[in-house]
T-cell receptor, first 114, second 114 residues
Framework: GAGVSQSPSNKVTEKGKDVELRCDPISGHTALYWYRQSLGQGLEFLIYFQGNSAPDKSGLPSDRFSAERTGGSVSTLTIQRTQQEDSAVYLC????????????FGPGTRLTVL | ELKVEQNPLFLSMQEEKNYTIYCNYSTTSDRLYWYRQDPGKSLESLFVLLSNGAVKQEGRLMASLDTKARLSTLHITAAVHDLSATYFCAVDPYLIQGAQKLVFGQGTRLTINP
């Protein structure tokens, strides 16, 4: 069956530009998570959605980062005025409703800010 | 702040040998997850450990959880080259109601040589 998909797979942008990263979770999964993986910081939790609601945004690195989810499905992570330190792999995961469910990860979007 | 520490961070082994990866964490939790990541790929779920004393086995890998010691181990038996990957443990510290806010270890890069 279809897993979590993310697009684009690679994104190269210039410093100061805005970027949008997309995540399509597994159908029927109500929970959706965004993580960032970089050499210096390892794997960091950014934000999660339960349905379309994001109760905890404390993991977002700065106010340049925002995320939304529509229809309980697709999510978009937006980074405004990108900086070089935003370069990383952005991973999305989804899980069925349940606090102990396994999270299923997408292939990630590799973001490079020049 | 929850800290999750893995050791070793790098492990080079020969085939057919046994070894153990350790995951220590700094706060109370009985939800621990092990993931595998191949180079350039996303994370694949290996084990979900949800209680003290939990033990799970899949092929040559066995994971266990000791919540009192705040320690999980991933034991590799008679290693084969296909197990070469980076292994992550992740802990859910119960910071979010109804969802998981996983905190990941640094990862253990395992290389198995013929």
């Amino acid at each position: 069956g279809a897993g979590v998909s993310q697009s684009p797979s690679n994104k190269v942008t210039e410093k100061g530009k805005d970027v949008e990263l997309r995540c399509d979770p597994i159908s029927g999964h109500t929970a959706l998570y965004w993580y960032r993986q970089s050499l210096g910081q390892g794997l960091e939790f950014l934000i999660y959605f339960q349905g379309n609601s994001a109760p905890d945004k404390s993991g977002l690195p700065s106010d340049r980062f925002s995320a939304e989810r529509t229809g309980g499905s697709v999510s978009t992570l937006t980074i405004q005025r990108t900086q070089q330190e935003d370069s990383a792999v952005y991973l999305c995961a989804s899980s069925p409703f349940g606090i102990t469910d396994t999270q299923y990860f997408g292939p990630g979007t590799r973001l490079t800010v020049l | 702040e929850l800290k999750v520490e893995q050791n070793p961070l790098f492990l080079s082994m020969q085939e057919e040998k046994n070894y153990t990866i350790y995951c220590n964490y700094s706060t109370t939790s009985d939800r621990l997850y092990w993931y595998r990541q191949d180079p350039g790929k996303s994370l694949e779920s290996l084990f979900v450990l949800l209680s003290n004393g939990a033990v799970k086995q899949e092929g040559r890998l066995m994971a266990s959880l000791d919540t009192k010691a705040r320690l999980s181990t991933l034991h590799i038996t008679a290693a084969v080259h296909d197990l070469s990957a980076t292994y992550f443990c992740a802990v859910d510290p119960y910071l979010i109601q109804g969802a998981q806010k996983l905190v990941f270890g640094q990862g253990t890069r395992l290389t198995i040589n013929p």
